[in-house]
């Protein structure tokens, strides 16, 4: 059964840099039958879609973030982690990984989730 | 960005009663279109993709449907373990985007 746990600092200053790991459980990070994104949650707001990490190491990113996100991953561990730098209250939300699952017939996203690990950004 | 617009955003019903949400894209998306139910304190769970395709394991009292940029997700007889937020999402372009939600509450 696929896993995927998130790590988090849970406090991070304004305009320093947070970071998450996703730790993946049951398959490997380096499939080509996968992406594995990143997708944050403001309290009692919807979901915000962040980037994604294709199984060959690129990346795409949602451009309101204006070029402050970065993930990278560690195929060893089988983990996948999210930099955000220059944090404000903002960014304050909810922190996800998911899958994506690729399909012969077109790709099924976010059919496995963590559990989210909750960033407060404090001043 | 592609805008996704969820009406209701809230909507009270009985148990037993069918239920229909509606998710219109800003353009066209060609049927990439995902269905996600959320309960307090839990990670969002995929109940339905490429607009009309049902998850493994979820019960086939949810459905989905499509016309044009206009999406609906119906549950047929609402169980009380469906009390919950339910957000479409689009995955056609990015940035992948979501609806703003739709809550269903007890009537």
């Known amino acids: 059964q696929l896993q995927l746990q998130e790590s988090g600092p849970g406090l991070v200053k304004s305009s320093e840099t947070l970071s998450v790991m996703c730790t993946v459980s049951?398959?490997?990070?380096?499939?080509?039958?996968?992406?594995w994104d990143w997708i944050r949650q403001p309290p009692g707001r919807g979901p915000e879609w962040i980037g994604s990490?294709?199984?060959?190491?690129?990346?795409h990113y949602n451009p309101s973030l204006k070029s402050r996100a970065t993930t990278s991953r560690d195929t060893s561990k089988n983990q996948f982690s999210l930099t955000l730098s220059s944090v404000t209250a903002a960014d304050t939300a909810v922190y996800y990984c998911?899958?994506?699952?690729?399909?012969?017939?077109?790709?099924?996203?976010?059919?496995?989730w963590g559990q989210g690990t909750l960033v407060t950004v404090s001043s | 960005d592609i805008q996704m617009t969820q009406s209701p955003s809230t909507l009270s019903a009985s148990v037993g009663d069918r239920v229909t949400i509606t998710c219109r894209a800003s353009?066209?998306?060609?049927?990439?279109l995902a269905w996600h139910q959320q309960k307090p304190g839990r990670a969002p769970e995929l109940l339905i993709y490429?607009?009309?395709s049902l998850e493994s394991g979820v019960p086939s009292r949810f459905s989905g449907s499509e016309s044009g940029t206009e999406f609906t997700l119906t549950i047929s007889s609402l169980q009380p373990d469906d009390f919950a937020t339910y957000y479409c999402?689009?995955?056609?372009?990015?940035?992948?985007?979501f609806g703003q939600g739709t809550r269903v509450e007890i009537k």
């Open positions: 998911a899958r994506v699952h690729r399909t012969s017939s077109g790709w099924v996203p976010f059919d496995y």
């Open positions: 049951g398959d490997s990070i380096s499939s080509s039958n996968y992406n």
């Open positions: 990490l294709y199984y060959d190491g690129s990346t």
């Open positions: 353009q066209s998306i060609h049927s990439w």
């Open positions: 490429k607009a009309s």
């Open positions: 999402q689009q995955y056609d372009t990015y940035p992948w985007t």
